[in-house]
């Protein structure tokens, strides 16, 4: 089977290859189609997302490759837009919509980048309440949606990524079902991000399987994505992805063609 990917991140924000390795991967990869979606800028944290003065330069330099590699492989100009960024309309191809941060009396809490981070907002901004992050951070990505009508969310359970939420608690579960039911309502597209995989923090991808379910349970579609910072892990963990999507239910997974999403069959 053949995969493409839409979640890719390069030395334009905190990815490891350039525009043009990723491109060479992607071919020597025999992949269907590669699009690129480096991070929006963030006022809050501009450790590893674009620069304002660089979106100009990002956009720029991916057209002018996926000019000249057009007759090898179909390139696109993404962005994995995040909540608390703002980004021009109709600017990309495609937007990844995704939540990296909690804002909370002033201070800037990133979710996804490590176990004591989390840990530092859950007890500053929470009490010490995992649950009550967990509704604040499900609430948000349900708003971004709403708000950013994007193409694709962005790995929808991130939140877990250091597997300290309580996965298996009743609670936890029906804060992830409510927001998924809320957040399907106003993009019903999904990514499988492998992305955790690829830099060894879990097993499996986002979002999770009971969630993946849910998703088609509700008519969601969904794209695989690797949300990968190197150039080697373009496909990182695509065909076992493919194999948890059939397990899901689904007989289809979605590839952007440059004008819509095209359904492949499982
Ligand atoms: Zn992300
Ligand atoms: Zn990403």
Same mark, same amino acid.
């Given at each position: 089977?053949r995969?493409?990917?839409?979640?890719?991140h390069?030395?334009?924000?905190?990815?490891?290859?350039?525009?043009?390795?990723? /491109?060479?991967?992607?071919?020597?990869?025999?992949?269907?189609?590669? $699009?690129?979606?480096?991070?929006?800028?963030?006022?809050?944290?501009?450790?590893?997302?674009?620069?304002?003065?660089?979106?100009?330069?990002?956009?720029?330099?991916?057209?002018?490759?996926?000019?000249?590699?057009?007759?090898?492989?179909?390139? @696109?100009?993404?962005?994995?837009?995040?909540?608390?960024?703002?980004?021009?309309?109709?600017?990309?191809?495609y937007?990844?919509?995704?939540?990296?941060?909690?804002?909370?009396?002033?201070?800037?809490?990133?979710?996804?980048?490590?176990?004591?981070?989390?840990?530092?907002?859950?007890?500053?901004?929470?009490?010490?309440?995992? &649950?009550?992050?967990?509704?604040? @951070? @499900? $609430?948000? %990505?349900?708003?971004?949606?709403?708000?950013?009508?994007?193409?694709?969310?962005?790995?929808?359970?991130?939140?877990?990524?250091?597997?300290?939420?309580?996965?298996?608690?009743?609670? @936890?579960?029906?804060?992830?079902?409510?927001?998924?039911?809320?957040?399907?309502?106003?993009?019903?597209?999904?990514?499988?991000?492998?992305? $955790?995989?690829?830099?060894?923090?879990?097993?499996?991808?986002?979002?999770?399987?009971?969630?993946?379910? &849910?998703?088609?349970?509700? $008519?969601?579609? %969904?794209?695989?994505?690797?949300?990968?910072?190197?150039?080697?892990?373009?496909?990182?963990?695509?065909?076992?992805?493919?194999?948890?999507?059939?397990?899901?239910?689904?007989?289809?997974?979605?590839?952007?063609?440059?004008?819509?999403?095209?359904? /492949?069959?499982?």
């Amino acid at each position: 089977m053949r995969f493409s990917n839409l979640h890719t991140h390069t030395v334009f924000s905190d990815g490891k290859g350039t525009v043009r390795e990723n /491109i060479e991967s992607a071919i020597a990869k025999n992949m269907l189609s590669l $699009g690129f979606s480096d991070h929006s800028f963030t006022a809050c944290d501009t450790s590893y997302c674009m620069r304002l003065e660089d979106y100009g330069r990002y956009a720029e330099h991916v057209r002018a490759l996926a000019k000249e590699y057009e007759d090898r492989l179909p390139v @696109y100009l993404g962005i994995e837009k995040d909540y608390f960024s703002e980004i021009e309309e109709g600017a990309f191809d495609y937007v990844i919509a995704s939540v990296h941060y909690i804002i909370r009396g002033g201070v800037c809490y990133p979710i996804d980048h490590s176990e004591a981070q989390q840990r530092q907002c859950a007890s500053e901004a929470f009490g010490g309440s995992l &649950l009550d992050m967990a509704k604040c @951070y @499900y $609430g948000m %990505v349900a708003e971004h949606a709403a708000k950013a009508k994007p193409d694709i969310i962005g790995h929808f359970d991130v939140l877990n990524k250091f597997s300290i939420m309580p996965e298996l608690s009743d609670e @936890y579960i029906r804060i992830t079902e409510e927001a998924l039911r809320e957040t399907v309502r106003h993009c019903r597209r999904f990514e499988v991000n492998t992305g $955790g995989i690829g830099r060894g923090w879990r097993k499996t991808p986002y979002p999770s399987l009971y969630l993946l379910k &849910l998703l088609r349970e509700l $008519g969601g579609e %969904v794209v695989i994505n690797s949300d990968s910072h190197h150039p080697d892990n373009l496909d990182c963990h695509f065909t076992e992805s493919a194999a948890l999507l059939r397990k899901a239910g689904f007989t289809s997974f979605s590839v952007f063609d440059g004008a819509g999403f095209q359904p /492949i069959a499982l």
